[in-house]
């Protein structure tokens, strides 16, 4: 078994590297999602990543049912990622990881 399919057993949701969370984002079905604001997202933000605004993040499940799929959220500090992945899992969502960026 690789490292990357090793990572989605870890029962800790640590945060990815950006170069853990790409290999894993082309190697694996998986979201990428920026929590940021649209205005934030407009301005800059990684390549195929879709913008689910943090206040909106409880909004998910009608966009995503399948409650194993790798998610993988970021923002600028990673505060706003770290509230949205508790809410997710909360929600039952088990694939859940936030990515530090520089953006």
Not at 29 to 58: C, G, Q, S
């Amino acid at each position: 078994m690789k490292w990357y399919e090793k990572i989605f057993f870890r029962i800790d949701r640590s945060d990815l590297s950006y170069e853990e969370a790409m290999d894993i984002y082309k190697k694996q079905r998986a979201l990428l999602i920026d929590v940021r604001t649209p205005e934030e997202y407009k301005k800059n933000h990684l390549k195929d990543a879709v913008n689910v605004p943090f206040y909106e993040i409880e909004n998910i499940g009608n966009e995503i049912r399948d409650k194993d799929e790798i998610i993988m959220l970021y923002c600028k500090t990673g505060k706003r990622s770290n509230i949205a992945k508790e809410i997710l899992m909360q929600n039952g969502y088990r694939n859940v990881y936030t990515v530090k960026v520089k953006i």
